[in-house]
């Protein structure tokens, strides 16, 4: 019986869907993601702890429980951080894999900076931070197309 329960356990744990919009670091996860579900992956560009308007996207947008029930369905997240303090520092992969994705979609360092991709990673559109409620935000980042 007990067999049975854990067999049961291990194949609800590895069965379970795919939730797009917890946060990725990797593009070719997120791409993989992205193709799975047939969803855009919204790149964003943040400085987490000294980019004022970074902490606000992410307190007034993508922290709301709105956002993240419509993204869950719609959005693969993807996150390039560039944090400043020596307790936030991410791993030389990380730093180096988020400078080549600065290179290739951030070529004017902008922060906040979310840029919608297909699945393939061509930009469809993108923008920044704008005082909009989470609903306006979904509507603006649906509004791009490929």
């Known amino acids: 019986m007990v067999r049975i329960f854990i067999s049961i ?4 744990i590895t069965t379970f869907p795919i939730v797009a919009q917890e946060w ?5 996860v997120a791409k993989s993601m992205a193709s799975t579900l047939q969803q855009n992956i919204v790149l964003v560009f ?13 307190k007034e ?3 709301t429980e709105e956002f993240k029930t419509y993204a869950q369905d719609h959005f693969v997240m993807l ?3 560039f944090p400043r303090r020596k307790k936030n ?5 990380q730093e180096d894999h988020n400078n080549k994705l600065a290179e290739k979609y ?4 902008y922060f906040p900076f979310v840029v919608v991709l297909n699945k393939d990673g061509k930009v469809l559109g993108q923008t920044g931070y704008k005082k909009l409620s989470p609903t306006a935000y979904i509507e603006l980042l649906t509004s791009f197309k490929g």
């Not at 951030?106 to 360092?109: A, D, F, R, Y």
Request: charged share 20%.
């Open 79 to 81: 996150q390039v951080d």
């Open 24 to 28: 990725n670091t990797d593009i070719g």
């Open 106 to 109: 951030n070529q004017n360092g």
């Open 89 to 93: 520092k991410l791993s030389k992969e």
């Open 46 to 58: 943040q400085g987490s702890d000294w980019c004022a308007p970074c902490i606000k996207l992410d």
């Open 9 to 12: 356990f291990f194949i609800s």
């Open 61 to 63: 947008v993508w922290s």
